[in-house]
């Protein structure tokens, strides 16, 4: 069965940097495209990013744009966010988040979350 | 402000039928698939329908979808208790270049 696995969330203050891994199982991790979604509290779904299998494209949401970068090591069946110049309006339960399939926007698996808290 | 617009909030009795709505543009709606997500109280998204109206592997039936021009539609019959949720319609937006989710429907079961 899929599983999606996210760590690495936090409390960090304004202007720190945090990096959250999300470890894969389940499926052929190479074959998929990832994506980080984001929901503030009580708030909706926010899409911040996506990678492609053969990380050959990276697309990201104007509000992360040069802080936040994804990557992903296939070796390890891991995806990461960097996210740099940390806000507060950064605070978050992170998702990651499986593609469907190629080239359809479809998400049909998501991890748990992890918590990311951006406060002095 | 969602680029894909969604009612807050709808409700109805058990056992009965209620659609939520959700509205876009000719450069996500209208060209890309739709899809949407059942989030249940303290979890996290779960997959309702792909592709405007397909459902994965065991959700059932009572659950359908469609898309006409730049709407979509979600449509639950039969409606039960544990049908509470917030549930978000997707697409990839080809203009922006990004995935694109309304900003969530709040379903309460009377």
């Known amino acids: 069965q899929v599983q999606l696995v996210e760590s690495g969330g936090g409390v960090v203050q304004p202007g720190e940097s945090l990096r959250l891994s999300c470890a894969a199982s389940?499926?052929?991790?190479?074959?998929?495209?990832m994506h980080w979604v984001r929901q503030a509290p009580g708030k909706g779904l926010e899409w911040l990013t996506f990678?492609?299998?053969?990380?050959?494209?990276?697309y990201y949401a104007d509000s992360v744009k040069g802080r936040f970068t994804i990557s992903r090591d296939n070796s390890r069946n891991t995806v990461y966010l960097q996210m740099n110049s940390l806000r507060t309006e950064d605070s978050a339960v992170y998702y990651c988040a499986k593609e469907g399939k190629h080239f359809d926007p479809y998400i049909d698996y998501w991890g748990q979350g992890t918590l990311v808290t951006v406060s002095s | 402000q969602s680029v894909l617009t969604q009612p807050p909030s709808v409700s109805a009795a058990p056992g009965q039928k209620v659609t939520i709505s959700c509205s876009g543009s000719?450069?996500?709606?209208?060209?890309?698939?739709v899809s949407w997500y059942q989030q249940l109280p303290g979890t996290a998204p779960k997959l309702l329908i792909y592709?405007?109206?397909k459902r994965p592997s065991g959700i059932p039936d009572r659950f359908s979808a469609s898309k006409s021009a730049s709407s979509a539609t979600l449509a639950i019959t039969g409606l039960q208790a544990g049908d509470e949720a917030d549930y978000y319609c997707g697409t990839w937006d080809s203009s922006l270049t990004v995935v694109v989710f309304g900003g969530g429907t709040k379903l309460t079961v009377l």
């Open positions: 990678i492609r299998y053969d990380e050959s494209k990276e």
């Open positions: 389940g499926f052929t991790f190479s074959s998929y495209g």
């Open positions: 000719s450069s996500n709606i209208g060209i890309n698939y």
């Open positions: 592709d405007n109206d």
